[in-house]
């Protein structure tokens, strides 16, 4: 596979991993055109070490984010880098106060219109100045689905500057992966898995201390311990073998 990379990489059991911080992905996405960027969890990791396709898929990503304790510790122990961790979360913040001034365009797209709608209130709360070019809150559907042209066509008129997909991993990479190959428009796509619900505070985020020790992960699985206990308790376990094994 072709590796595509905007700054340096390293690589954690299969995956290329971008050696970068929140400021400079920001800056990446406010002052660069047509890049894709993937937030890496433990869970992403050991998905692709499984999957070679999807391995590939991710590793064509132009930025590939260290999110999580885990990852960037792997990334920290292999490579001494002092990698740290680069959150969804606080990229997608960092990214829109940043662009304020350059009056960079942002379009949602995924989740249910009830927690757009709440995310896009709390954000104009913080950041009145915000240029929010649309949303578009699809029905459950595949992602070769979601790609059609009756999903994408208001994204392609209004091009925004930086696209936020909210339909979970892997599917909103995929998602990411088909529009970039299929469409010829200059935006900047990122996937960002829960970060909706966290900023519409539908979902509890874990606080920071917690996140830098490595147990956010708690705190999600007693929100969702159906959804997630197999991401957590299965793939996590895994990561640590992967990794010793590495």
């Given at each position: ?10 690589r ?6 971008s050696v970068?911080n ?6 990446n ?5 047509n890049?894709?960027v ?5 869970n992403?990791?050991?998905r692709?070490?499984?999957?070679k ?27 001494q ?8 979360y ?23 219109e009830?927690i ?8 104009k709360?913080?950041?009145a100045?915000i ?10 559907l ?9 999903f ?14 909210s ?8 998602f ?12 900047n ?6 970060v ?8 509890f985020?874990?606080p920071?201390?917690?996140a ?19 991401r957590?308790l299965v793939d ?7 990794f010793?094994?590495?």
């Open positions: 596979y072709i590796i595509v990379s905007i700054m340096d990489s390293v954690i059991l299969k995956t290329e991993m970068t929140i400021n400079n992905v920001a800056e996405l406010i002052s660069k055109n890049i894709s993937a937030i890496c969890n433990a992403t990791l050991v692709c070490y499984k999957d396709e999807l391995n590939n898929t991710i590793n064509s990503f132009d930025i590939r984010c260290t999110d999580g304790f885990p990852v960037a510790k792997a990334s920290k122990i292999l490579y880098n002092n990698q740290i961790r680069v959150d969804g606080k990229l997608f913040l960092r990214t829109i106060e940043k662009g304020l001034s350059n009056n960079v365009s942002h379009y949602f797209f995924g989740n249910s009830e757009v709608l709440k995310m896009i209130e709390s954000i709360t913080r950041y100045d240029n929010i070019k649309g949303f578009t809150c699809p029905p459950n595949s992602y070769e689905e979601l790609s059609d042209e009756k994408i066509n208001d994204i392609n008129a209004k091009n925004p500057d930086i696209l936020w997909v339909l979970g991993f892997p599917k909103q990479e995929k990411i992966n088909l529009i970039k190959k299929n469409n010829s428009i200059d935006t796509m990122v996937g960002v898995g829960a909706f619900e966290w900023v519409a505070g539908t979902k985020k874990a920071e201390w917690l830098n020790i490595g147990l956010e992960w708690l705190i999600r699985l007693i929100q969702e311990p159906k959804r997630l206990f197999r957590y996590n376990f895994l990561f640590i073998i992967y010793i094994k590495q």
